[in-house]
Structures are given as C-alpha cells and as structure tokens.
C-alpha cells in the first residue's frame, strides 16, 4: 500500500504524469511495478478501485437530534415582544467628532 501512496503522490506531483493520457498513465504504472488496483483505476478511471487497497472504511455520521446543541443564553431576554431581528441603530451623525 505505500508504494501505491507514494506512486499517487508522485502523479500528483508531475504535471505531465497528471494530464498524461490513460493510456500513457497505465504504460507509467506497469514500468513503476505499480498495483494491480491502482494500474486498474488509472485504466478505468474509477478510483474506488482502490478503496480495498487503501482500507477505506465509508464514515458514517450520526445524527442525533438529542444531542446538546446551541443553547440561549439564559440572561439573554426578548424585550421586543417578538422574535424577529432588528435592524442595528443608525448613528447620530448631527454631532461632529472630536478625534
């Protein structure tokens, strides 16, 4: 496996190797020994013929809508009676400044 890793970060280092055809990919993997999963994938285009080779494992994400989330700050209060925003105050530009 990390001779396929290497042979993959070699491909992305080479511009010529990552625009190179198909076929001249494949023809650069059989001289470098590469896998048979990773000449393959270059062949067909389709990397997921790697995940054996590699030990890809999908992640799974759970969820939970239990679990804690964002929660309102209890000495925040709702003075306005209503829950829509507000705009922000314009400021008083009658007064000039004393910078």
Do not use: F, Q, Y
């Not at 494949?26 to 997921?48: C, I, P, R, T, Y």
């Amino acid at each position: 496996m990390s001779d396929t890793i290497e042979l993959l970060e070699a491909i992305g280092k080479n511009a010529a190797l990552r625009h190179a055809s198909a076929e001249e990919l494949s023809n650069a993997l059989v001289e470098a020994h590469a896998s048979d999963a990773l000449k393959a994938a270059a062949a067909s285009g389709d990397s997921s013929l790697l995940s054996a080779e590699l030990g890809h494992k999908p992640m799974r994400v759970n969820h939970n809508t239990h679990a804690p989330g964002h929660e309102e700050d209890p000495d925040h209060h709702h003075h306005h009676g209503d829950d829509h925003p507000h705009p922000p105050s314009k400021p008083d530009h009658s007064e000039p400044s004393h910078d």
